[in-house]
């Protein structure tokens, strides 16, 4: 397994600010992913990212809105740019030890995220 | 397109009761179904998996989970369910090759002590 650390655990911001998600992996993995999830419903991939490389974006999510680094193989952040209310849920990082088909995937604790 | 339904939003039981959650899919090459609990403000764990092999597969905290192709289910099961079982489940599948999960929406299960 991986062990993912995310931070800050919750976080309130303005509209129109800007905030870091931080995640940490226990051993260095390949790909990181990020969802999102909003109260009481499902996740959604946001994006996968690989070190060394763009961020792979899926529909509805762009990078101008949600820029994420991978700066080494244990590390990611995610940005919320010009937070919005609507943009309020959960947001957790993911990996698996090994990047394959049929691997579990892990998840972080989590950053629930409020933007008034 | 790829896609995973859990037509249950909430289940209800007592405790000692047996416990089905019901999860579908849509998927059009063979694929690889997995099983996730959520605990109240907590993050999600893992608790089994189907590849290939025995259709049944077995996981963590007792659960086990049937894969019926002909009907396109990966049902999850535990007798007898513990109140410590209360939490929310999602089944989630694999877009097979991009390591990329469809998580269904979620059941929520209450098990009355």
């Known amino acids: 397994s991986v062990l993912l650390y995310q931070k800050p655990n919750r976080d309130i911001c303005q509209s129109g600010t800007s905030l870091k998600i931080q995640c940490v992996a226990d051993?260095?993995?390949?790909?990181m992913f990020w969802y999102q999830q909003f109260q009481e419903q499902s996740l959604m991939l946001m994006a996968t990212?690989?070190?060394?490389?763009?961020?792979?974006?899926e529909s509805g999510f762009t990078k101008d809105k949600f820029p994420i680094s991978r700066p080494n193989l244990t590390f990611s952040t995610l940005t919320v740019n010009n937070a919005r209310p609507g943009d309020s849920s959960i947001y957790f990082c993911?990996?698996?030890?090994?990047?394959?088909?049929?691997?579990?995937?892990?998840f972080g604790s989590g950053t629930r995220l409020t933007v008034l | 397109a790829q896609s995973v339904d859990q037509p249950d939003a909430h289940v209800t039981l007592s405790e000692g009761a047996s416990l089905e959650l019901r999860c579908s899919y849509s998927?059009?090459?063979?694929?690889?179904l997995f099983w996730y609990v959520q605990y109240p403000g907590q993050s999600l764990q893992f608790l089994l998996k189907y590849i290939t092999g025995d259709t049944v597969v077995k996981g963590t905290k007792g659960f086990e989970a049937e894969f019926r192709k002909s009907n396109s289910s990966f049902n999850l099961k535990k007798s007898p369910a513990h109140w410590s079982d209360s939490a929310k489940y999602f089944c989630a599948l694999e877009d097979t090759g991009y390591q990329n999960f469809y998580f269904g929406k979620g059941t929520s299960l209450t098990v009355i002590p």
């Open positions: 990212a690989n070190e060394g490389s763009e961020a792979t974006y």
């Open positions: 998927y059009s090459a063979a694929p690889y």
């Open positions: 993911s990996s698996s030890p090994v990047t394959a088909s049929a691997e579990t995937l892990y």
């Open positions: 051993s260095q993995v390949v790909s």
